[in-house]
Protein backbone atom coordinates (compact mmCIF):
# COMPACT_ATOMS: atom_id res chain seq x y z
CA UNK A 1 0.00 0.00 0.00
CA UNK A 2 2.71 2.84 1.04
CA UNK A 3 4.20 1.40 -2.66
CA UNK A 4 1.14 2.66 -3.86
CA UNK A 5 0.87 6.04 -2.37
CA UNK A 6 4.28 7.04 -3.35
CA UNK A 7 3.73 6.05 -7.19
CA UNK A 8 0.36 8.12 -6.97
CA UNK A 9 2.05 10.68 -5.61
CA UNK A 10 5.01 10.93 -8.02
CA UNK A 11 2.96 10.86 -10.77
CA UNK A 12 0.47 13.68 -9.79
CA UNK A 13 3.69 15.76 -9.15
CA UNK A 14 5.21 15.20 -12.66
CA UNK A 15 1.38 16.04 -14.31
CA UNK A 16 1.21 18.74 -12.26
CA UNK A 17 4.35 20.24 -13.87
CA UNK A 18 3.30 19.36 -17.49
CA UNK A 19 4.87 22.42 -20.16
CA UNK A 20 2.42 24.75 -21.22
CA UNK A 21 2.14 23.77 -25.12
CA UNK A 22 4.04 26.57 -27.39
CA UNK A 23 3.34 27.41 -30.96
CA UNK A 24 4.18 29.93 -33.70
CA UNK A 25 0.61 30.34 -35.00
CA UNK A 26 -0.59 33.51 -34.26
CA UNK A 27 -4.30 32.67 -35.48
CA UNK A 28 -4.01 29.60 -33.67
CA UNK A 29 -2.89 31.88 -30.60
CA UNK A 30 -5.46 33.99 -31.18
CA UNK A 31 -8.26 31.47 -31.31
CA UNK A 32 -7.19 30.01 -28.08
CA UNK A 33 -6.66 33.27 -26.59
CA UNK A 34 -10.43 34.18 -27.35
CA UNK A 35 -11.68 30.79 -26.27
CA UNK A 36 -9.69 30.71 -23.33
CA UNK A 37 -9.57 34.55 -22.02
CA UNK A 38 -6.24 34.80 -22.38
CA UNK A 39 -3.49 37.15 -23.31
CA UNK A 40 -0.52 36.12 -25.96
CA UNK A 41 2.82 36.24 -24.90
CA UNK A 42 5.01 36.13 -28.09
CA UNK A 43 9.00 35.41 -27.90
CA UNK A 44 11.79 35.84 -30.46
CA UNK A 45 14.62 33.77 -29.75
CA UNK A 46 17.52 32.34 -31.45
CA UNK A 47 17.24 29.08 -29.03
CA UNK A 48 20.45 27.60 -30.57
CA UNK A 49 23.13 31.22 -30.49
CA UNK A 50 21.58 33.78 -28.39
CA UNK A 51 23.16 33.44 -25.29
CA UNK A 52 20.51 35.65 -23.64
CA UNK A 53 17.36 33.84 -25.45
CA UNK A 54 19.05 30.51 -24.23
CA UNK A 55 18.94 31.71 -20.50
CA UNK A 56 15.55 33.52 -20.33
CA UNK A 57 14.18 30.14 -21.60
CA UNK A 58 16.03 27.90 -18.99
CA UNK A 59 16.00 30.80 -15.91
CA UNK A 60 12.87 31.61 -16.36
CA UNK A 61 10.17 30.52 -19.18
CA UNK A 62 11.16 26.67 -18.38
CA UNK A 63 10.23 27.27 -14.55
CA UNK A 64 7.70 25.68 -12.64
CA UNK A 65 7.04 28.91 -11.44
CA UNK A 66 6.20 30.66 -14.70
CA UNK A 67 4.53 27.67 -16.33
CA UNK A 68 2.34 27.36 -13.39
CA UNK A 69 1.76 31.43 -14.05
CA UNK A 70 1.47 31.21 -17.63
CA UNK A 71 -1.37 28.05 -17.52
CA UNK A 72 -4.15 30.29 -17.44
CA UNK A 73 -3.19 33.26 -17.89
CA UNK A 74 -1.06 33.00 -22.12
CA UNK A 75 -0.64 31.55 -24.74
CA UNK A 76 2.95 31.04 -25.45
CA UNK A 77 4.19 31.76 -28.70
CA UNK A 78 7.98 30.76 -29.66
CA UNK A 79 9.17 32.68 -33.14
CA UNK A 80 12.84 30.86 -32.97
CA UNK A 81 15.72 31.75 -35.51
CA UNK A 82 18.01 28.59 -35.03
CA UNK A 83 21.30 28.80 -36.88
CA UNK A 84 22.84 25.41 -36.62
CA UNK A 85 21.93 22.73 -38.97
CA UNK A 86 20.47 20.16 -36.99
CA UNK A 87 17.92 22.67 -35.57
CA UNK A 88 16.48 23.77 -38.42
CA UNK A 89 12.85 24.16 -38.85
CA UNK A 90 10.66 23.26 -41.05
CA UNK A 91 10.18 25.30 -44.45
CA UNK A 92 6.10 26.49 -43.47
CA UNK A 93 7.66 27.07 -39.76
CA UNK A 94 10.72 29.14 -41.71
CA UNK A 95 8.01 30.91 -43.55
CA UNK A 96 5.91 31.69 -40.96
CA UNK A 97 8.41 33.13 -38.33
CA UNK A 98 10.15 35.44 -40.87
CA UNK A 99 6.59 36.74 -41.58
CA UNK A 100 5.59 37.37 -37.96
CA UNK A 101 8.98 38.86 -37.72
CA UNK A 102 8.43 41.36 -40.54
CA UNK A 103 5.50 42.79 -38.55
CA UNK A 104 6.79 42.27 -34.45
CA UNK A 105 10.65 42.42 -35.15
CA UNK A 106 12.08 44.06 -37.96
CA UNK A 107 14.71 45.64 -35.81
CA UNK A 108 15.56 42.26 -35.36
CA UNK A 109 16.15 42.23 -31.76
CA UNK A 110 16.68 39.10 -29.62
CA UNK A 111 15.42 37.89 -27.28
CA UNK A 112 12.33 40.03 -27.71
CA UNK A 113 8.52 39.35 -26.01
CA UNK A 114 5.75 40.74 -27.04
CA UNK A 115 2.06 40.73 -24.60
CA UNK A 116 -0.70 40.55 -27.34
CA UNK A 117 -4.70 40.64 -27.19
CA UNK A 118 -6.58 38.02 -28.31
CA UNK A 119 -6.82 40.29 -31.68
CA UNK A 120 -3.11 40.30 -32.28
CA UNK A 121 -2.70 43.76 -30.91
CA UNK A 122 0.17 44.25 -29.32
CA UNK A 123 0.14 45.51 -25.58
CA UNK A 124 3.54 45.90 -24.09
CA UNK A 125 7.19 44.77 -25.89
CA UNK A 126 10.24 44.63 -24.08
CA UNK A 127 13.91 43.37 -24.96
CA UNK A 128 15.63 41.28 -22.93
CA UNK A 129 15.06 41.06 -18.93
CA UNK A 130 16.84 43.00 -16.49
CA UNK A 131 16.48 39.66 -13.70
CA UNK A 132 16.50 36.65 -15.08
CA UNK A 133 13.76 35.44 -12.46
CA UNK A 134 10.46 34.40 -13.72
CA UNK A 135 8.63 36.80 -10.53
CA UNK A 136 10.08 39.56 -12.81
CA UNK A 137 8.44 38.07 -15.58
CA UNK A 138 5.06 38.05 -14.29
CA UNK A 139 5.46 41.11 -13.23
CA UNK A 140 5.72 43.07 -16.55
CA UNK A 141 2.96 40.72 -18.01
CA UNK A 142 0.28 41.09 -14.76
CA UNK A 143 -0.82 44.56 -15.02
CA UNK A 144 -1.99 43.62 -18.35
CA UNK A 145 -4.13 40.98 -16.99
CA UNK A 146 -5.43 42.95 -14.11
CA UNK A 147 -6.91 45.06 -17.13
CA UNK A 148 -8.74 42.69 -19.18
Known amino acids: M???LIVVFILSFVNSYAAEPVTN???AAKQEA???HKLIFMKFSGSDWCVPCINVQK???DTEEFQEFAHTRLVLM???FPRQKKNMLSADDTKKNAALAEKYNREGLFPKFLLLDENGTVLAQWTGLEKMEPQYLESKIL???EKK
Open 78 to 80: NID
Open 34 to 36: KAG
Open 59 to 61: KVI
Open 143 to 145: PYI
Open 25 to 27: DLE
Open 2 to 4: KKI
